[in-house]
C-alpha cells in the first residue's frame, strides 16, 4: 500500500538528488563568472571603504594650497584636486560615504516597503487601502523634486536627503512583496497552517516570507544602484554637504577643472560607473538563478526517467467478429516521445495500434500518465512543444496523419476531424462572442459566406440544447456556465461535419448533471451525424454509457482492447481487473454509526488509545 | 448526554459582494447539520451548492452571518484568533488538492512538526509522534527530510492527513480529499479514511461532489443544492434510495460502470425528468 510503484504519474515519482534540489542560491551564483566578478568588485569597494581611514594616505578633508591639481606623484599616487586634497584618499573616503548613504536610502525604503507589503497582502481590508493609498501618492510624487524641497528646509545633509530618498523608493519593495503575499495568501497551505493554530507572525515567517525573500534580495541589488546614481547625481549639483567627502562632489570638482586637469573626472565616474554595473549585473544573474531554480524539470529529467519495462507484453484483445463499418482511423506501432533536457528522448506512448470505424465509439481509458491524451493529441497532430510521433502510423481514410506535412494536415484537422477539449473555458477565447468563434472556422472550411454560416451556427447551438441561441450566439464566454461553454465547443467541433471527433476528457470538469445531460448530446449526435469517436477519460461509468469499444492503457501501452460488454464483463488482464474493482458502485454502502461507541463518554479512552 | 459533537444550527453564510450598497452573496442560507463523536457525516453536492463554504464555515474560514455552529455545546461561528488557536487541537483539515496544500518549500518533517511546535510540544517527541504518524498514514518511515514534489498525488494526501492528525483532533473537515486522486489511489485513500477513523474514532464532515465516494465513507448523507440541505438522513438511505427530487437527479446522473445497467439507469433518469417537469 504505501510502497511509491503505483505512482500514478511516473515523473513525479522520480526523486531528484535532495542536494541538487537545495543548492543553496550563493553557490549556484558564485558558480556564474558575471556574478562572481561582480560580486568580487563590489567587496573590493566595500574592503576598501570599510579600511578607508587605514589605506588613505592623508586626511581627504585637508587642502594644500600649495599642491593645487597637482598630477599624481608619490605624495599623491592620483594626484590632488581643485582645492589641494589628495584624490586617493577622497575617493577611498568617498566609497565610505557613498556606499553608506546609498545604504541608508535601501534599508529605509526595505523596512517601510517590506513591512507595509506584508501587513496589506496579508492582512488586506483597511490596512490594505490605506497602504495603497499612501503608496500611490509616493509614486506620484517625482522624487528630485521633492529632495531638492527638502535640502531647502532641512540644509545640505547626505543622511536626510537618503533617508528621504528611501521613503520615495519604497513602493519598489512595497508592490514586489505585496504581489508576492497576495498571491501565498489565499494558497491553501497557508489556511491549512491556520488551521493548525499558528500564530499570523509564524505563518508570515514560514509561509510567506520565504516566498519573497529571493525577490527582495534581487530588488536590493537594484534599488541599491538607484540610490547611489540619484545621490551622486545631488552631490555633482552641488546640493550635498561640503564636508562629507562623495564620489558625486568628486565628480563636480573634476568637472569645473575638466580642461586643467581632466583625469580628475576619471576616478570617480569610473567607481560609480563600475559600482553600478555591477551592481545591475549582480541582480541579473541573482534573478537568472533564481528563474531557473524554479523549473527544475529540465534537470530533473536527465534521471533515467524510463518507466518500468512493460516490455513485449502482448495485449489482450477480445474477439470481437471483426469491426462493424469502413475504418476511418488506424493508428498502428504509434510511439510519442518527448525531448529531454540532454537531447535523448522520452518515449510516453510505445507502439500502440487501434482502429475505429464510422459510426463507432472508442473509449481510451486509463489512469493520469498512461498516455491516453498523447496518442489522442497524435491523431490531431498537437502534441505540445518537445513532443513528436517518435514511429508508427496514423492512417485516416488512407492518408498517413504521422507523415502529412503541417498545411496538408491543417485542411483535415477542424473540418474532417474535430476536437472537444477537457476544460471548456480555456478553450474559449474570452475577448469574442460565441458566435463569432463559431462563424469563422465554417467560413474557412465550408467556405459559407457570414449570413449562411451565422444561420448555421444559431441551429447547431439550437441542436446542442442551448434554450435561447441568438442570446447566447451574442454572448461572450465569461457569460455562459460551463455546461453550457462545452456544448458551445461540441457545436463548434460538429459545425464542419467532421468524420472523426476526438473527445478528451469532455465531461470531466462539468457537473454530475451536466455530465449525463452532454453525454445525452454526444450520443445522439454520434448517432445521428454517424461520427467516428474516440473518447479519452477516466472515468468507466462515462465508458458503459457511450463506448462500442475500449482500450485500457497503462504507462503508455494498450494492456487490453476489446468491445465494451466483454471487457466488463470478462476482464482478463490484471491490471484492468485492478481498476474495475476500484469502482465504488459496487461495493456496500457503510451503514449507520454504531451507537455505543459514540457520545462523550467514549472521549476518555480514545485520547488514551491514540497514543 | 447524547450532545452531538459539532452542530450546526442555521448558519447563513454572506461574502460581501463588490462595488457600494451591492447585495451580498448568499453562500449558505439557514442550514443545519449535526456530526456525532466517532461518525463520518457526508456532505454532497455540486458545484456552487456551497458544500465547500458550509466545511470553511466550521473552520472559520468563511464568515458566518447568522446562526450558530456549536462544537460540544460551545458557539464557534465567531471564534476569535487565539480562541481559534485553541480548537486547533479538535478540529483539522483535509483539502482538495494535495498540490497547494503543501508549502513546497518546506520538508515533510517540517510540515507535520508545524502544529507540534506551536503547541510547544518536546522535540524529541514530536518527531516520536511524526513516526507513528507516518505509520498510521502508511508512509514510508524515511519520508521525512524529503519535499513534497517528490510525492505522488496520492502520498501528499497522505501526508496532508498526517498533518491533520499530528494532534489527534476529534473532528477532520475532508474537502472533497480524494477528488484530484486517480481511480485506484482514490479507493485506496478512502479505506486509510475509514481505518484511521476506526482507529481513532476521529469524527469526518466529508465533503464531495461524488455520491459513490460519500456512500462509501459515510455513517450519514447530507445533501446541498443551492445554498440549502434539500436531504440529510441515513447514507444507506439517501444514496440508494433518494427522497428528494434533486438528490434523485444526482443519483440517476452518476453513470454506473456496467454497459447494461448503465443503459438502465438512464432510462429510468430520462422518465424521472419527465416526471419531474411534468
Known sequence: ?611 | MNQPLLDIQNVTVEYPAKGFRAKPFRALSNVSLDVRAGECVGLVGESGSGKTTLGRAVLGLAPVTEGKVLFRGQDIAHAGRSERRELATDIQVVFQDPYTSLNPSRTVEQILAEPLTVRKVPRSESSKRIKALFEMVRLPADSGNRLPREFSGGQRQRIAIARALALKPELIVCDEPVSALDLSTQARVLELFKDIQEQTHVAYLFVSHDLEVVRHISHRVAVMYRGDIVEFGDGDQVTSAPRHPYTQRLFFAAPVADPEAQAQRREERHRLLAEQTA
Open chain 1, 1 to 611: 500500500m504505501s510502497t511509491p510503484v503505483h505512482a500514478p504519474n511516473p515523473q513525479l515519482a522520480v526523486i531528484p538528488p535532495e542536494a541538487a534540489a537545495k543548492a543553496s542560491l550563493l553557490r549556484r551564483v558564485l558558480r556564474n563568472p558575471l556574478a562572481l566578478g561582480s560580486l568580487l568588485f563590489l567587496a573590493v569597494i566595500i574592503v576598501s571603504a570599510v579600511a578607508a581611514p587605514l589605506l588613505a594616505p592623508h586626511n581627504p578633508n585637508t587642502a594644500d594650497i600649495s599642491a593645487v591639481l597637482s598630477s599624481p606623484d608619490s605624495g599623491h599616487l592620483l594626484g590632488t584636486d581643485g582645492a589641494g586634497r589628495d584624490v586617493l584618499s577622497r575617493l577611498l573616503f568617498g566609497a565610505q560615504f557613498s556606499l553608506a548613504g546609498a545604504l541608508l536610502a535601501l534599508v529605509t525604503s526595505i523596512v517601510i516597503g517590506v513591512t507595509g507589503g506584508l501587513l496589506a497582502g496579508y492582512y488586506g481590508k483597511w490596512i490594505d487601502t490605506a497602504s495603497t493609498w499612501v503608496i500611490s501618492m509616493l509614486m506620484a510624487l517625482p522624487a528630485i523634486i521633492v529632495l531638492l524641497a527638502a535640502r531647502a528646509v532641512v540644509g545640505p545633509s547626505l543622511w536626510a536627503s537618503m533617508l528621504i530618498f528611501g521613503v520615495m523608493l519604497s513602493p519598489a519593495f512595497f508592490r514586489l512583496v505585496y504581489a508576492s503575499v497576495s498571491a501565498v495568501r489565499n494558497e491553501l497551505y497557508v489556511d491549512a497552517a491556520r488551521v493548525s493554530g499558528l500564530s499570523d507572525t509564524r505563518i508570515i515567517g514560514i509561509h510567506i516570507l520565504t516566498v519573497v525573500r529571493a525577490p527582495i534580495v534581487v530588488q536590493s541589488a537594484i534599488v541599491g544602484g538607484v540610490a547611489l546614481a540619484v545621490q551622486s547625481g545631488l552631490e555633482f549639483l552641488g546640493l550635498g554637504d561640503i564636508n562629507v567627502p562623495t564620489w558625486g562632489q568628486m565628480l563636480s570638482d573634476g568637472f569645473t577643472n575638466l580642461y586643467t586637469a581632466p583625469l580628475l573626472i576619471i576616478w570617480p565616474a569610473l567607481a560609480i560607473g563600475l559600482t553600478l554595473i555591477s551592481l545591475t549585473l549582480l541582480a541579473n544573474s541573482l534573478r537568472d538563478e533564481l528563474e531557473r531554480s524554479n523549473a527544475p524539470r529540465r534537470r530533473r529529467r536527465k534521471q533515467p526517467a524510463e518507466q518500468p519495462a512493460v516490455v513485449g507484453e502482448e495485449v489482450m484483445r477480445h474477439d470481437d467478429g471483426g469491426l462493424a463499418g469502413e475504418a476511418v482511423l488506424r493508428i498502428e506501432n504509434l510511439s510519442v516521445g518527448y525531448e529531454t533536457g540532454d537531447g535523448g528522448t522520452k518515449r510516453v506512448v510505445h507502439d500502440v495500434s487501434l482502429t475505429v470505424a464510422r459510426g463507432e465509439v472508442h473509449g481510451l481509458v486509463g489512469e493520469s500518465g498512461s498516455g491516453k491524451t498523447q496518442t489522442a493529441w497524435s491523431a490531431l497532430r498537437l502534441l505540445p512543444e518537445g513532443g513528436r510521433i517518435t514511429g508508427g502510423s496514423i492512417f485516416f481514410h488512407g492518408d498517413d496523419l504521422a507523415a502529412l506535412n503541417e498545411k496538408d494536415m491543417e485542411k483535415i484537422r477542424g473540418s474532417r476531424i474535430a476536437y472537444i477539449p477537457q476544460e471548456p473555458m480555456s478553450n474559449l477565447d474570452p475577448s469574442f462572442t460565441i458566435g463569432s468563434q463559431l462563424v469563422e472556422p465554417m467560413r474557412i472550411c465550408l467556405r459559407m459566406s457570414k449570413k449562411e454560416a451565422t444561420t448555421r451556427a444559431l441551429a447547431l447551438l439550437a441542436r446542442v440544447g442551448i434554450p435561447n441561441p441568438e442570446r447566447t450566439f451574442a454572448a461572450y464566454p465569461h457569460q455562459v456556465s460551463g455546461g453550457m461553454a462545452q456544448r458551445v465547443l461540441i457545436a463548434g467541433a460538429i459545425s464542419c461535419n467532421p468524420d472523426l471527433l476526438i473527445a478528451d476528457e469532455p465531461t470531466t470538469a462539468l457537473d454530475v448533471t451536466v455530465q449525463a445531460e452532454v453525454l445525452d448530446l454526444l450520443r445522439d449526435l454520434q448517432s445521428e451525424f454517424r461520427m467516428a469517436v474516440i473518447l479519452v477519460t477516466h472515468n468507466f461509468g462515462v465508458v458503459a454509457d457511450l463506448c462500442d469499444r475500449v482500450s485500457v492503457m497503462r504507462l503508455g501501452r494498450i494492456v487490453e482492447t476489446g468491445p465494451t460488454r466483454s471487457i466488463f464483463a470478462y476482464p482478463r488482464h490484471p491490471y484492468t481487473r485492478e481498476l474495475l474493482g476500484a469502482i465504488l458502485g459496487e461495493t456496500s454502502p457503510r451503514g449507520p454509526l454504531a451507537t455505543f461507541d459514540a457520545g462523550p463518554s467514549a472521549s476518555p479512552s480514545r485520547k488514551g488509545a491514540l497514543r
